[in-house]
């Protein structure tokens, strides 16, 4: 099982970006998946979450400008981020709570490889 995160990239202040992550292998079911990001010389934080149901979560300095959607059918979760800041600069990080594999194995917090996103002022 693997979560492949693309869409990162060098943006302007002000402007946008959108971040998938795909999961992919035998996979049954995903429970809650979310974003994360570590800025340089600093611990990674939450940007995001959504469970199965769409119920999402926001960390406080993004509220307002990003917002996060999944497709279950396509095991992919998607971060879609506006009147990005230079403060926004960070690797993005995607996040699986819980996968369950058509055989039955569990993959707990579950992460993918992270995408660089850089906001020049």
């Known amino acids: 099982v693997q979560l492949q995160a693309s869409g990162g990239g060098l943006v302007q202040a002000g402007g946008s970006l959108r971040l998938s992550c795909a999961a992919s292998?035998?996979?049954?079911?995903?429970?809650?998946m979310g974003w994360y990001r570590q800025p340089p010389g600093k611990q990674r934080e939450l940007v995001a979450a959504?469970?199965?149901?769409?119920?999402?979560n926001y960390g406080d300095s993004v509220k307002g400008r990003f917002t996060i959607s999944r497709d279950n059918g396509r095991n992919t979760v998607y971060l879609q981020m506006n009147s990005l800041k230079p403060e926004d600069t960070a690797v993005y990080y995607c996040?699986?709570?819980?996968?369950?594999?058509?055989?039955?194995?569990?993959?707990?917090?579950?992460w993918g490889q992270g995408t660089q996103v850089t906001v020049s002022s």
């Open positions: 292998g035998n996979i049954r079911s995903i429970n809650a």
């Open positions: 959504i469970t199965t149901g769409g119920s999402t």
């Open positions: 996040n699986a709570d819980r996968i369950m594999t058509s055989g039955g194995i569990w993959y707990v917090n579950h």
